[in-house]
């Protein structure tokens, strides 16, 4: 149980493009999802915190007009980069924490490789 | 603030070694603390976690972690590597940042590597 997928897992796209990334709970309701940026070599940081039907909680620093999230359902999140840079090249991993288990893990995605040509 | 250090960004052990992986958090409440494991190209795989009970924890892998107040520390130990060991690690704390609302923080990581 408790499975997260992600898609796609690999995209190009060329600069100036726009990106859509879905997160999904495959086996559970998740009223909080989280995503997620990791470049080589570095730990996950925290990009923003989606709760389903409300607006998405954005980290300092993370531009909420670049980077749209959605949770229209209590097991879909998706996060769109608009108007995509090279910088915006990275490794992007959504989590969802499961309604019934509030304070306990987030269950990871296998994450998306997006590279912007 | 929680914060959590990872002491070492690589360890290298030989194939039946002793794994250590250390983890320092900081937390004003007690916290949750987390194990993952992430392979290349892939996301997070839950090694093990504790929740303010028992204090040794056993995970998934042969890995195991204790929870030592008086140090807060939280590290991970498997007595003999493997080499499908090889990975990144992550030590979290869960916190809770507001509201009822929990967030993960995590270290910098520690890549494991095993040698034949």
């Known amino acids: 149980g408790a499975v997260v997928s992600q898609h796609p897992s690999r995209v190009i796209c060329k600069s100036g493009t726009s990106v859509k990334i879905e997160c999904r709970s495959l086996?559970?309701?998740?009223?909080?999802m989280f995503w997620y940026r990791q470049f080589p070599k570095q730990s996950l940081m925290l990009m923003a915190t989606s709760n389903e039907g409300s607006k998405a909680t954005y980290e300092q620093g993370v531009e909420k007009d670049k980077f749209l999230i959605n949770h229209a359902s209590l097991t879909l999140s998706t996060l769109t980069v608009t108007s995509a840079h090279p910088e915006d090249s990275s490794f992007y991993i959504c989590?969802?924490?499961?309604?019934?288990?509030?304070?306990?893990?987030?269950?990871f995605g296998p994450g998306t490789r997006l590279t912007v040509t | 603030a929680q914060s959590v250090t990872q002491l070492g960004s690589h360890v290298s052990v030989s194939e039946g070694a002793l794994v250590l992986l250390r983890c320092n958090y900081s937390s004003s409440v007690p916290p949750y603390l987390f194990w993952y494991v992430q392979y290349p190209n892939q996301g997070l795989q839950l090694l093990l976690k504790?929740?303010?009970?028992?204090?040794l924890v056993k995970g998934i892998n042969g890995f195991e972690a204790e929870f030592k107040k008086s140090e807060t520390s939280f590290h991970l130990t498997k007595p003999s590597a493997h080499m499908s060991d090889a990975a990144e690690y992550f030590c979290?704390?869960?916190?809770?940042?507001?509201?009822?609302?929990?967030?993960?923080?995590f270290g910098k990581g520690t890549k494991l590597s095993v040698i034949p």
């Open positions: 504790y929740t303010s009970a028992a204090t």
């Open positions: 979290a704390v869960n916190y809770n940042s507001g509201a009822g609302s929990y967030q993960l923080t």
């Open positions: 086996d559970f309701q998740a009223t909080t």
């Open positions: 989590s969802a924490r499961d309604r019934d288990r509030v304070r306990l893990e987030q269950y």
